[in-house]
């Protein structure tokens, strides 16, 4: 699958999955020209552990589970998806809540389940 | 029937166990022999007497857990099973709220974890022991094997006047309940009455108390609109491995400590959840005794349960018509 680091802060990641995604044609092309942001889960971290978002600035998030059914949850941006075993997801969200929040993984997936985190920034 | 024997008809009472908590439940009228008439009325009817009772809530015990948090494995439940068998008064039932193992991917070994706490519990001095799933019991299997074990994820019961509802919040493998159950639920509590008696026992907490931390159940505000109709509800709970107190509405809810390992304060700890470190000097920290004493009265030889009584269900009972029902067979 095609993977892209993530460089932080948030803007410049976004702007280069845009690019990446737009030069390298592994990943298709957003129409709507939507900044796409690429997670794996895989028991029991995600990777990457941090992204930053902009405050007001739709983006495109586009979970992969590399083993289980996981969960990626954050009541605050109203995130609540599910992430079939093996399988992809994608969710939008226009994140209007600047701050540091920590997503879990809310679908049980083994004994350090509860340790799934990662941390969203939103500026 | 006179006007006083309607008040105050059923108070329900807790107290700390440390390890877990004893709560007693006795009549609570307001001058001697207030409400004889309605206790006559009711052994009448229904052969049983509503009297004082007490039950206890255990939680968390994740046998088989073996961690830097707690390298003492079950030594906190089987010193909590002990407590409770040495109480000056035998409660009438204990209540396990989830968590009784921790998981494992190899089912033999959950077989035997589960037959562990099995052996363990079977130790105390009670009449019944109902249960409720954790996730580590049953988020792996959906409580395949939870249930082969302990029965049905979710039911109810009847005890001496009180109603003991036991949610699921686990076994979806979110933080759910489900419709299915909640469907279970509107049916199950439509035979009371507004004023009835409910304890809803459960693993994690039905509300937001930190949702960052997994202590939150998301479809929760759907069963407490479902509980919202009846007056005198408690909710008793797991998962957080600490006390908790908290008031929604006239609905009141009450964590239990765990039996393996404790963490802190949610208000005071941004990021991520860790549990409190093992103190080897005090291994029962934070799962410790407390002196007990019944109704703020210390007893000689009594081993614990604190001095401050917490009021769980304090509101009024009205109707003789909504005991009845009450306490009614429910297979009839």
Known sequence: MFRVKLFTPALLTIWCFSSLTMLTGTSRVQADDVPVVEIAAKRFAFSPDKITLKKGQTVKIRLHSEDVTHGFFLRPLKLDEQIPAGQTTEVTVTPQVAGTFTTICDHFCGANHGNMNMTIVVQ | MKATDRRQFLKIAGSSLGIGVLYSAYPATRARGEGEGLFSALSKANGERVASFSFVQLSDAHVGFNGPPDPLGTKAFERAVDMINALPQHPDLVLFTGDLTHDTEDRDVHVQRMKQFQEISQRINVPVIRHVAGEHDAGLDSGALYREFFGDSYYSFDHRGVHFVALDNVSRAKPEVGTEQLEWLKKDLARFPKSAPIVVFTHRPLFDLRSDWEWFTSDGDDVMNILS????????????????????????????????????????????????????????????????????????????????????????????????????????
Request: glycine content about 8%; aromatic content about 8%.
């Open chain 2, 229 to 332: 109709a009846y007056d005198n509800v408690t909710v008793l709970y797991g998962h957080i491995h600490r006390d908790d107190e908290h008031q929604i509405g006239a609905v009141h809810h009450y964590a239990a400590r765990s039996l393996i390992f404790a963490f802190p304060d949610p208000t005071g700890v941004a990021g991520p959840r860790k549990p409190i470190p093992f103190d080897k000097d005090h291994p029962f920290k934070n799962l410790g005794i407390r002196n007990v004493s019944f109704n703020g009265k210390p007893q000689p030889g009594s081993q614990s349960i604190s001095v401050d009584d917490i009021e769980l269900t304090a509101r009024e009972f009205r109707g003789i018509n909504g005991v009845h029902q009450l306490l009614r067979n429910p297979n009839v």
